[in-house]
């Protein structure tokens, strides 16, 4: 991926009220954080972060965390944020930590437009393989539950799979998001620019009974 640089880069990542300098500090209680127990949604990838800054004003009773990985991204992102939300935090992470800055208080997760990392020999880097699975297995708080888009029909496939195998069950999967949508509908700033000439875009949503959860 080529980032382009932005001005003012540190400054911005300093400056912001948003960005969580020391995110493992919070392992296990992101209540701490925002100051209450309503449920945490995370989206791994928020990119330039359209979608979760949306989120954040519709829901105000849901937190709701960005992660990105790249410095570039995250300093696009933050100053396009309502200064007055209080129910959203940035956190600029590689993936792979996320069991190390989570620990069974994610309630939801989305996974919106992920790399497809299309050569075989890094499957397992996709966010969506068993690798990464198994790591959300250790964050989720109640019942697993993922949120998919992409419009990728390789890693889309590949997704439902690796998703069927870990127990998943599979609903609301369309091959077409974009057919029939409410004027509420929020979708991310990858989203509009391939929707727009004409793109499929596929959607799911895996969910998973915890096993320590009495139903």
Same mark, same amino acid.
């Given at each position: @991926?080529?980032?382009?640089?932005?001005?003012?880069? $540190?400054?911005?990542?300093?400056?912001?009220?948003?960005?969580?300098?020391?995110?493992? $500090?919070?392992?296990?209680?992101?209540?701490?954080?925002?100051?209450?127990?309503?449920?945490?949604?995370? $989206?791994? *990838? @928020?990119?330039?972060?359209? #979608?979760?800054?949306?989120?954040?004003?519709?829901?105000?009773?849901?937190?709701?965390?960005?992660?990105?990985?790249?410095?570039?991204?995250?300093?696009?992102?933050?100053?396009?944020?309502?200064?007055?939300?209080?129910?959203?935090?940035?956190?600029?992470?590689?993936?792979?930590?996320?069991?190390?800055?989570?620990?069974?208080?994610?309630?939801?997760?989305?996974?919106?437009? /992920?790399?497809?990392?299309?050569?075989?020999?890094?499957?397992?880097?996709?966010?969506? /393989?068993?690798?990464?699975? $198994?790591?959300?297995?250790?964050?989720?708080?109640?019942? #697993?539950?993922?949120?998919?888009?992409?419009?990728?029909?390789?890693?889309?496939?590949? /997704?439902?799979?690796?998703?069927?195998?870990?127990?998943?069950?599979?609903?609301?999967?369309?091959?077409?998001?974009?057919?029939?949508?409410?004027?509420?509908?929020?979708?991310?700033?990858?989203?509009?620019?391939?929707?727009?000439? *004409?793109?499929?875009?596929?959607?799911?949503?895996?969910?998973?009974? /915890?096993?320590?959860?009495?139903?």
């Amino acid at each position: @991926m080529r980032l382009r640089n932005v001005k003012n880069k $540190e400054e911005i990542l300093n400056a912001s009220p948003f960005l969580v300098k020391n995110p493992k $500090e919070y392992y296990g209680n992101w209540s701490s954080y925002f100051g209450n127990t309503n449920p945490i949604y995370i $989206e791994i *990838g @928020m990119g330039k972060g359209k #979608f979760i800054r949306e989120h954040a004003k519709k829901y105000p009773n849901i937190n709701f965390i960005g992660i990105e990985k790249y410095d570039s991204v995250v300093a696009k992102c933050l100053p396009k944020i309502d200064g007055s939300l209080t129910n959203l935090a940035i956190v600029r992470m590689d993936a792979l930590d996320i069991d190390r800055v989570f620990s069974h208080e994610v309630s939801r997760i989305y996974l919106n437009f /992920s790399d497809p990392w299309p050569k075989k020999r890094h499957h397992l880097r996709r966010l969506s /393989s068993k690798v990464f699975l $198994e790591k959300y297995s250790s964050i989720f708080k109640d019942d #697993f539950d993922i949120w998919m888009r992409t419009d990728n029909a390789d890693l889309f496939c590949y /997704s439902l799979m690796s998703f069927s195998e870990a127990g998943y069950v599979l609903k609301h999967l369309t091959l077409d998001l974009h057919q029939d949508l409410p004027e509420d509908f929020i979708t991310t700033e990858y989203e509009d620019r391939f929707s727009n000439k *004409g793109m499929p875009i596929y959607s799911v949503e895996a969910i998973k009974v /915890s096993k320590t959860v009495n139903k």
